[in-house]
């Protein structure tokens, strides 16, 4: 079966620094672009960053310079780390694995999710 696992969510304050992961099975982790999504309640799924099977890499503006996203095929796992985190920060986090080339922020386009993860950003 196919099982996308996200951890490493959690409460810090502005400034602070996370790192959630993602550890995959069942597919083929090398053929899929993975990507990290978030989602406040109310609100569409955004992309937050991606890596492409090819190695390109997308972030959001609104992260560029703060978050880095690192897969490691070896592992089936993908990572998301983020520093200097801001309360606009705080949200549910998904990853996500979609059999495409490229990248794509279209929540659509993807095939397998992880169930999220809270991250909270308060002082």
């Known amino acids: 079966d196919v099982q996308l696992q996200a951890s490493g969510g959690g409460l810090v304050q502005p400034g602070e620094s996370l790192t959630l992961s993602c550890a995959t099975y069942?597919?083929?982790?090398?053929?899929?672009?993975v990507a990290w999504f978030r989602q406040l309640p109310g609100k569409e799924r955004e992309a937050v960053s991606i890596?492409?099977?090819?190695?390109?890499?997308y972030y959001a503006d609104d992260v560029k310079g703060r978050f880095t996203i690192a897969r490691e095929n070896a592992k089936n796992t993908v990572y998301l780390q983020m520093n200097n985190l801001k309360p606009e920060d705080t949200a549910v986090y998904y990853c996500?694995?979609?059999?495409?080339?490229?990248?794509?922020?279209?929540?659509?386009?993807?095939?397998?999710w992880g169930q999220g993860t809270q991250v909270t950003v308060s002082s």
């Open positions: 069942g597919f083929t982790f090398g053929d899929f672009a």
């Open positions: 996500a694995a979609g059999l495409i080339g490229g990248v794509s922020t279209v929540p659509g386009w993807y095939d397998y």
């Open positions: 890596s492409s099977k090819e190695g390109r890499i």
